[in-house]
């Protein structure tokens, strides 16, 4: 089980902005390419964010496109959501996660069926 631990979620007000952040072991982290997605109590899993193995390539969701950034630090072993212009529809438990092995490096996760494993979350809630 790959232990993949994320932090920063917090209480904001709409437009405001938060960053995530998920670290996981190097021997997990580097080769993997990885993501976000979200879920509200409820209801189904949502994709948010994909980026490759070398941080080059990303994907979003129509949804959060334009608002949000995803990025990574394969050094630190950091995987980063930036996210802007919050809205109260962005509140939700966030978790990162990463692929299943791809031989193609530049392979992006673009949907939650691309993910193999996560973390436990870290709650954004966005109020008006």
């Known amino acids: 089980q790959v232990q993949m631990t994320e932090s920063g979620g917090d209480t904001v007000r709409s437009g405001d902005s938060l960053q995530l952040f998920c670290t996981a072991p190097?021997?997990?982290?580097?080769?993997?390419?990885l993501g976000w997605f979200r879920q509200v109590p409820g209801k189904e899993r949502e994709f948010v964010a994909g980026?490759?193995?070398?941080?080059?390539?990303?994907y979003y969701a129509d949804s959060v496109k334009g608002r949000f950034t995803i990025s990574r630090d394969n050094a630190a072993n950091l995987l980063f959501l930036q996210m802007n212009s919050l809205e109260p529809e962005d509140t939700a438990a966030y978790h990162c996660?990463?692929?299943?092995?791809?031989?193609?490096?530049?392979?992006?996760?673009?949907?939650?069926?691309?993910?193999?494993?996560w973390g436990q979350g870290t709650q954004v809630t966005v109020s008006s």
């Open positions: 190097a021997r997990t982290f580097r080769p993997a390419a």
């Open positions: 980026i490759n193995r070398d941080g080059d390539g990303t």
């Open positions: 996660a990463d692929a299943f092995f791809n031989q193609n490096s530049r392979f992006i996760p673009m949907r939650v069926t691309d993910f193999r494993s």
